[in-house]
């Protein structure tokens, strides 16, 4: 479906009108007063390399209840060539028809529809056909990208996005070979206002040497606007547990909750409180 000013989509929060590319009613359910929020994973089932079916969904969900999460944003991978059916409008009703199954088993945990836009030098062109999938309908983008070397075309595509009006988020620079190599191409992102997302995996040194140093140092300069579980699988959750731990017991209880509890809502839902 190609952009037309009917789907254009503008909430009352923003400073101006995005667009959503969708025929369907985007319902976002409010924030919950209490608890952790996770703004990155692969929770919805059967969608990508994540949770292969309800029940593992639903595994997941339990796990991050008892280490006090009570809300995800589910962003599935954005990579057109790889998984074609994930657009914006798709996305939507994944997330809600996974949150009428888990009323139906009786699951209480609250979801947003989002996703992880795989940067690509061309990938302008498939949002502006397939919608922008932004975190909980804010104007906050959550991207990845894993090259060797920053690519020239990296800038410009940045550059896109903040001229349409979104908020960058890369998600886990730390495990990115580029950043280890050139560093200060990550702080040219950052003095253009991108925001960085760290992995609670990273810490456990489960990546290697290079994202456990980075993480940490990441943490300590500041770089980092939030951290998130990126969960994929039910087997693959206790790592990242562990990583929240870590993070806590050497940064202390208020970083944590800075970045699981306060940054969440205050820099991407907010628009829902």
């Known amino acids: 479906m190609r952009f037309n000013a009917a789907n254009v989509a503008c909430h009352p929060h923003l400073n101006s009108c995005y667009n959503l590319i969708m025929t369907k009613p985007l319902y976002l359910p409010p924030v919950p007063a209490l608890g952790r929020i996770d703004i990155h994973s692969h929770l919805l089932p059967g969608i990508d390399d994540g949770c292969e079916d309800i029940d593992q ?163 300590e300069q500041q770089k980092y606007k939030i951290m998130a579980m990126d969960m994929h699988r039910p087997d693959a959750l206790p790592s990242r547990i562990d990583g929240m731990a870590i993070v806590q017991k050497e940064y202390g209880s208020p970083t944590l909750d800075y970045f699981t509890v306060d940054a969440p809502r205050q820099l991407i839902l907010k628009h829902l409180l």
């Open 57 to 219: 969904c639903i595994d997941c969900i339990n796990q991050l209840k008892a280490v006090g999460y009570t809300g995800t944003i589910c962003t599935p991978h954005i990579i057109p060539d790889t998984f074609p059916d994930n657009t914006w409008e798709n996305i939507i009703q994944w997330v809600a028809d996974l949150r009428v199954e888990l009323a139906n088993r009786s699951v209480d945990y609250t979801i947003w529809p989002g996703g992880e836009i795989n940067l690509q030098e061309n990938m302008p062109d498939w949002l502006e056909e397939n919608g922008v999938p932004t975190l909980a309908g804010s104007n906050r983008v959550l991207m990845d990208h894993w090259a060797d070397t920053w690519p020239t075309w990296f800038p410009t595509v940045i550059q896109w996005f903040i001229d349409k009006g979104y908020q960058p988020i890369l998600a886990h620079p730390e495990r990115v070979r580029c950043t280890w190599d050139e560093p200060e191409k990550l702080d040219e992102l950052l003095d253009m206002g991108v925001w960085l997302q760290g992995n609670f995996l990273s810490i456990v040194g489960e990546h290697g040497p290079a994202p456990d140093q980075s993480v940490r140092q990441f943490i």
